[in-house]
């Protein structure tokens, strides 16, 4: 018989979550005005609010931060740092950031200026509202498949090339650069082929431009490519992640994710004038050169954590327990973003509660009442994140509306998953009694999911 799968872990520590009873979310929701953000994390039992800086290290990297180096110039867990990248990546010029957008804040500082258009396939939240802040445009050109929550397409994370010359056709010289999002996060944890890779960066040699991946989850990119792609099944996730950079100028990274730790990012490039621009701006925002807002022992933690993660094994454990999660919901019917991502199920909101107005937020609305029955926060990736129109100042409805369940890496059991998918069909066998959503009492021109107050429409 064969052996059942399991994970490429045991545990070494445990950290006591808690149960509540309904009245007492009832009265927590309220006081968070109905934004999960605004909930304290002690009054949640299953955490599914993101997968970033979330994760379980290891006992290698907790041993490594007792090897950090603070010192403020020349640290060597900076070069520790960027000898690992440069061996993964190939990029030569490393500079460490606090962060993911304070890398993308450091880079677009310098790449960036107002009237620009950024092409990209459905740029993260942070990444849009550093482009949009300095009046420039991020343009979507992701594959139309993305859009159809029920169908199968094994890199639905994909840039549609016919949109991206088209785009570089218009735009020509105000287009500093594509960005090229693994996995992508906005269409659900969805990855972006090799091949489509190589396309995009055929074309942008066409017209000259420069690409850069955002990277915070291109170790599960690499997973997908190899046990999706043909071609790829016989190489390392090593050999895959160096050939994906290969085919790009530079990156952003959001170490929080991929790195496995709680706290870090990076910029990471080929180009000397590319790191001589961005080094002016990571001075002021960030820090010195060699440690950028990162503390020398979370460098060395971030050099293990980025070795381990681009193991085949961490990453089956990692993302076979996301697809464990679908089958469930599959049982109870639960429409999601299909295929299961790599690191989220995105639950297709607007295919669960039709009976809540769009100008109600049923994504929103779907978040709270699981939370309500059960104490799991999950997280609004719809019309509230999707912000207004810079212009017309309306809010975009054009999209996808979706209640994402991000799994953080090495944290939970499938006992937590069991209890996420049953609570999550108890509030699907009540949708149709579900017919009011919630309205925006207060919000902020950029990001305004994080600190929004909303109210349940009576
Ligand atoms: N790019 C992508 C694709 C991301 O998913 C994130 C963060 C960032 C950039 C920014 O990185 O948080 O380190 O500043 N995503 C988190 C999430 C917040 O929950 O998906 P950061």
Same mark, same amino acid.
């Given at each position: 018989?064969?052996?059942?799968?399991?994970?490429?872990?045991?545990?070494?520590?445990?950290?006591? =979550?808690?149960?509540?009873?309904?009245?007492?979310?009832?009265?927590?929701?309220?006081?968070?005005?109905?934004?999960?953000?605004?909930?304290?994390?002690?009054?949640?039992?299953?955490?599914?609010?993101?997968?970033?800086?979330?994760?379980?290290?290891?006992?290698?990297?907790?041993?490594?931060?007792?090897?950090?180096?603070?010192?403020?110039?020349?640290?060597?867990?900076?070069?520790?740092?960027?000898?690992?990248?440069?061996?993964? @990546?190939?990029?030569?010029?490393?500079?460490?950031?606090?962060?993911?957008?304070?890398?993308?804040?450091?880079?677009?500082?310098?790449?960036?200026?107002?009237?620009?258009?950024?092409?990209?396939?459905?740029?993260?939240? @942070?990444?849009?509202?550093? =482009?949009?802040?300095?009046?420039?445009?991020?343009?979507?050109?992701?594959?139309?498949?993305?859009?159809?929550?029920?169908?199968?397409?094994?890199?639905?994370?994909?840039?549609?090339?016919?949109?991206?010359?088209?785009?570089?056709?218009?735009?020509?010289?105000?287009?500093?650069?594509?960005?090229?999002?693994?996995?992508?996060?906005?269409?659900?944890?969805?990855?972006?082929?090799?091949?489509?890779?190589?396309?995009?960066?055929?074309?942008?040699?066409?017209?000259?431009?420069?690409?850069?991946?955002?990277?915070?989850?291109?170790?599960?990119?690499?997973?997908?490519?190899?046990?999706?792609?043909?071609?790829?099944?016989?190489?390392?996730?090593?050999?895959?992640?160096?050939?994906?950079?290969?085919?790009?100028?530079?990156?952003?990274?959001?170490?929080?994710?991929?790195?496995?730790?709680?706290?870090?990012?990076?910029?990471?490039?080929?180009?000397?004038?590319?790191?001589?621009?961005?080094?002016?701006?990571?001075?002021?925002?960030?820090?010195?050169?060699?440690?950028?807002?990162?503390?020398?022992?979370?460098?060395?933690?971030?050099?293990?954590?980025?070795?381990?993660?681009?193991?085949?094994?961490?990453?089956?454990?990692?993302?076979?327990?996301?697809?464990?999660?679908?089958?469930?919901?599959?049982?109870?019917?639960?429409?999601?973003?299909?295929?299961?991502?790599?690191?989220?199920?995105?639950?297709?909101?607007?295919?669960?509660?039709?009976?809540?107005?769009?100008?109600?937020?049923?994504?929103?609305?779907?978040?709270?009442?699981?939370?309500?029955?059960?104490?799991?926060?999950?997280?609004?990736?719809?019309?509230?994140?999707?912000?207004?129109?810079?212009?017309?100042?309306?809010?975009?409805?054009?999209?996808?509306?979706?209640?994402?369940?991000?799994?953080?890496?090495?944290?939970?059991?499938?006992?937590?998953?069991?209890?996420?998918?049953?609570?999550?069909?108890?509030?699907?066998?009540?949708?149709?009694? =579900?017919?009011?959503?919630?309205?925006?009492?207060?919000?902020?021109?950029?990001?305004?999911?994080? @600190?929004?107050?909303?109210?349940?429409?009576?």
């Amino acid at each position: 018989m064969e052996l059942p799968f399991a994970e490429s872990w045991k545990i070494k520590m445990v950290e006591p =979550i808690r149960k509540s009873t309904r009245a007492e979310r009832e009265q927590w929701m309220k006081e968070a005005h109905y934004n999960v953000f605004q909930l304290k994390a002690e009054h949640v039992y299953i955490d599914c609010i993101t997968d970033s800086g979330t994760g379980s290290m290891s006992d290698r990297q907790w041993a490594a931060m007792m090897m950090g180096d603070e010192s403020y110039a020349g640290a060597s867990s900076f070069f520790r740092l960027k000898d690992t990248i440069t061996r993964l @990546t190939g990029f030569e010029y490393v500079i460490p950031t606090h962060q993911g957008r304070a890398a993308e804040n450091v880079l677009f500082s310098h790449m960036v200026k107002a009237g620009d258009v950024v092409p990209g396939n459905s740029h993260f939240d @942070t990444t849009k509202g550093h =482009i949009e802040s300095r009046k420039a445009f991020a343009l979507d050109c992701i594959i139309d498949e993305a859009k159809d929550t029920q169908l199968e397409h094994p890199f639905k994370g994909n840039v549609d090339p016919v949109k991206l010359e088209k785009a570089l056709e218009q735009y020509g010289n105000k287009v500093p650069f594509i960005i090229v999002t693994i996995t992508n996060n906005t269409a659900g944890g969805q990855p972006v082929s090799m091949q489509n890779l190589r396309d995009v960066r055929a074309i942008a040699d066409r017209f000259g431009k420069f690409v850069i991946f955002d990277s915070a989850r291109f170790a599960e990119n690499a997973y997908f490519i190899k046990v999706r792609e043909e071609g790829y099944a016989d190489k390392t996730i090593k050999e895959i992640v160096k050939e994906m950079f290969s085919l790009a100028d530079g990156m952003t990274m959001s170490a929080k994710k991929d790195g496995i730790v709680n706290m870090g990012g990076f910029i990471a490039t080929r180009h000397e004038s590319i790191y001589e621009g961005a080094k002016r701006f990571c001075i002021p925002f960030e820090g010195y050169l060699t440690y950028g807002g990162m503390n020398g022992r979370d460098m060395d933690a971030l050099a293990v954590g980025l070795d381990e993660n681009t193991e085949f094994d961490n990453l089956e454990t990692r993302i076979k327990q996301v697809e464990y999660l679908a089958k469930r919901l599959d049982e109870y019917g639960i429409p999601y973003q299909r295929p299961a991502g790599g690191h989220a199920i995105f639950v297709d909101a607007s295919k669960i509660l039709t009976h809540v107005p769009k100008e109600q937020f049923p994504a929103q609305t779907l978040t709270v009442e699981l939370y309500l029955e059960a104490g799991i926060r999950g997280c609004e990736i719809g019309y509230i994140l999707a912000d207004r129109d810079p212009v017309t100042r309306e809010n975009r409805f054009g999209g996808l509306d979706l209640l994402r369940l991000a799994i953080p890496r090495r944290v939970y059991t499938n006992n937590h998953m069991d209890v996420i998918a049953v609570a999550l069909k108890n509030v699907y066998d009540r949708r149709e009694s =579900i017919t009011k959503g919630v309205r925006i009492v207060w919000e902020t021109e950029l990001m305004r999911h994080f @600190t929004v107050q909303l109210e349940p429409v009576k």
